[in-house]
């Protein structure tokens, strides 16, 4: 299951997860999984491309560890190699997902892209470009109407409202 | 030994400490950049071989900056507000010898930040991290997260905000080790005071060696 909050992208993994559908969650920003899934990078369409994404995702030393290792795997094992960022029984999944879209979606939605823009571009820079890239989003952010809303809610102990300006 | 307003700090058998004393969460103050920056060069010059760094009180490392004074920030400001926080924190990395962060509580947002250019992090059983930026609309601790974590864990912190407790934080690598409150101090001088015995430059060439490795790679 896929679902979208903020323009984030999270995928819920139940049952087997291979191939082609483990190409296409691995493209989301956030991934949770139900205890009973398995995983595998059978079938994938690039494996090249596959293995350069968990090399991303994962480090070297766990990517190497899914690409070259054990053919399938289960949702215990992609949670401590980090596929996956949490794992709770079947039942309880999908409003897990629900859960974290909400979150998603009460936090302030200018800073999310430019998050997770400046995590893709940290990985690809120096840390002195990567840290210019982050005071670029800073200083644009700092001036959002947003980001004076949540400053000003979290001294009246409130909750925020955002309008996304 | 030295100090200030809201910094003290002191050696003891070639083991540096640093406190953040800034109560009642340790935001970082002008006081407390001045005073690390004075510590690391005071220790340098007493031979100090490995550093502590850690929050007073029992309920935060360092909750990053103060947002009542964020709040003032202009298009003007905003530029040198940036610029000394990336100081104190190419300070620490540049440092030649290991700074060991002893998180004793709260450790978010630019708190989290100060953690990260850590060398080693322990914690107590109370330690807590955010990358909190993004819930007031900012973002902050990006750069280091996406270096120390595989991009998928980065992205999960720093896209919900969400707390991530002492056992969790062990589990991911983000602390080296947990203890109970009482031990952490003596946790983190055991690991400095192990550093702090091998020899001065070795440590520093490899301290060096993982920031460089940390550069992305040449294109061949």
Not at chain 2, 11 to 33: F, K, Q, T, W
Not at chain 2, 47 to 76: I, M, N, Q, S, Y
Not at chain 2, 150 to 177: F, K, Q
Not at chain 2, 187 to 205: C, K, S, Y
């Amino acid at each position: 299951m896929r679902v979208e909050s903020a323009g984030i992208s999270i995928v819920a993994i139940d049952g087997a997860c291979t191939g082609a559908d483990f190409e296409r969650a691995l493209e989301a920003d956030i991934r949770v999984a139900a205890d009973g899934a398995t995983f595998s990078a059978d079938g994938a369409r690039d494996l090249a491309a596959c293995a350069h994404r968990l090399t991303r995702l994962l480090g070297e030393a766990r990517a190497k560890e899914i690409v070259l290792g054990p053919r399938r795997f289960d949702a215990a094992t992609a949670l401590r190699l980090g596929i996956v960022t949490r794992v709770v029984p079947a039942a309880e999944l999908a409003a897990t997902a629900a859960a974290l879209v909400e979150r998603l979606a009460a936090l302030p939605p200018l800073a999310l892209p430019a998050i997770r823009d400046a995590v893709r571009a940290a990985r690809d820079l120096t840390p002195d470009a990567a840290l210019a890239v982050e005071h670029a989003h800073f200083r644009r952010l700092i001036a959002t109407r947003d980001h004076k809303a949540a400053v000003a809610a979290f001294f009246e102990r409130r909750p925020a409202v955002f309008t996304g300006d | 030994m030295g100090g200030n307003a809201q910094t003290r700090w002191w050696a003891d058998a070639r083991v540096g400490y640093i406190v953040i004393d800034n109560p009642p969460m340790n935001v970082l103050s002008d006081e407390n950049r001045r005073g690390i920056r004075d510590a690391l060069d005071e220790f340098r010059a007493d031979g100090v071989g490995a550093v502590v760094l850690t929050g007073a009180g029992d309920r935060a490392f360092c909750a990053g900056a103060d947002l009542g004074e964020e709040k003032h920030l202009t298009d003007e400001t905003v530029g040198k507000f940036l610029a000394r926080g990336e100081q104190t924190f190419r300070i620490i990395r540049d440092y030649d010898r290991p700074v060991i962060g002893a998180i004793n509580g709260w450790a978010m947002g630019g708190g989290l930040v100060l953690a990260l250019w850590c060398d080693v992090r322990v914690g107590s059983t109370a330690a807590r991290l955010g990358a909190v930026g993004v819930k007031v609309g900012l973002m902050a601790s990006n750069v280091q997260l996406s270096r120390l974590f595989p991009e998928g864990r980065a992205r999960d912190m720093l896209l919900t905000g969400r707390t991530v407790e002492a056992d969790e934080a062990y589990r991911l690598g983000l602390l080296s080790s947990v203890v109970a409150p009482e031990r952490l101090m003596g946790e983190a001088t055991a690991w400095a005071r192990g550093m702090a015995d091998r020899p001065h430059e070795l440590m520093a060439a490899a301290k060096r060696a993982v920031n460089l490795a940390l550069e992305p790679a040449v294109p061949r």
